[in-house]
T-cell receptor, first 114, second 110 residues
Framework: DTEVTQTPKHLVMGMTNKKSLKCEQHMGHRAMYWYKQKAKKPPELMFVYSYEKLSINESVPSRFSPECPNSSLLNLHLHALQPEDSALYLC?????????????FGEGSRLTVL | GESVGLHLPTLSVQEGDNSIINCAYSNSASDYFIWYKQESGKGPQFIIDIRSNMDKRQGQRVTVLLNKTVKHLSLQIAATQPGDSAVYFCAESGADGLTFGKGTHLIIQP
């Protein structure tokens, strides 16, 4: 199994809603990542979890709250988002953080904030 | 700050021709590079990687060239097919994960 699975694929939410994005991998990877990608732009790193602990937070606003319940799961909780937060949110995993190697990406969750 | 970038936002090629996508990087300490392909509506997909102790690496229909003297990376796709249509990103692998270049949209003309 070399897949990273993200749900939902599409999400539309209002600025007062609370929603969550979910990510799952069963490759035994110990590093998991959230990236944000705007249209026609490269992915931008948001958070890195290493061995289920938050390792990197790239100065992301607190309306985005990551959570890593176990080594296979990564969530991104959303609250009080702004329309400019509309983007493709990509989850990725790698064997360990920091070691050169391939990142495996999910298909992404496309978020629209109204 | 240091970053990895691409030269052209769009590259249009005829089906069957070879494609060359270029990338310039600025961090001379970088020692590992990856090319990703991202099709519309999908996440980035690994194509090929190369370490700084190599100049060239070949895969199936793809070749990556690394010129450390001018800090230049290129991806060559042989006999381009319609399924190659995508945005291609070069990326530098470092301690903080991947730093992506700006991407080149490869358009295949029949």
């Amino acid at each position: 199994d070399t897949e990273v699975t993200q749900t939902p694929k599409h999400l539309v939410m209002g600025m007062t809603n609370k929603k969550s994005l979910k990510c799952e991998q069963h490759m035994g990877h110990r590093a998991m990542y959230w990236y944000k990608q705007k249209a026609k732009k490269p992915p931008e790193l948001m958070f890195v979890y290493s061995y289920e602990k938050l390792s990197i937070n790239e100065s992301v606003p607190s309306r985005f709250s990551p959570e890593c319940p176990n080594s296979s799961l990564l969530n991104l909780h959303l609250h009080a988002l702004q329309p400019e937060d509309s983007a493709l949110y990509l989850c990725a995993s790698s064997q360990v953080e920091g070691a050169p190697g391939e990142l495996f990406f999910g298909e992404g969750s496309r978020l629209t904030v109204l | 700050g240091e970053s990895v970038g691409l030269h052209l936002p769009t590259l249009s090629v005829q089906e069957g021709d070879n494609s060359i996508i270029n990338c310039a990087y600025s961090n001379s300490a970088s020692d590992y590079f990856i090319w990703y392909k991202q099709e519309s509506g999908k996440g980035p997909q690994f194509i090929i990687d190369i370490r700084s102790n190599m100049d060239k690496r070949q895969g199936q229909r793809v070749t990556v060239l690394l010129n450390k003297t001018v800090k230049h990376l290129s991806l060559q796709i042989a006999a381009t097919q319609p399924g190659d249509s995508a945005v291609y990103f070069c990326a530098e692998s470092g301690a903080d994960g991947l730093t992506f270049g700006k991407g080149t949209h490869l358009i295949i003309q029949p």
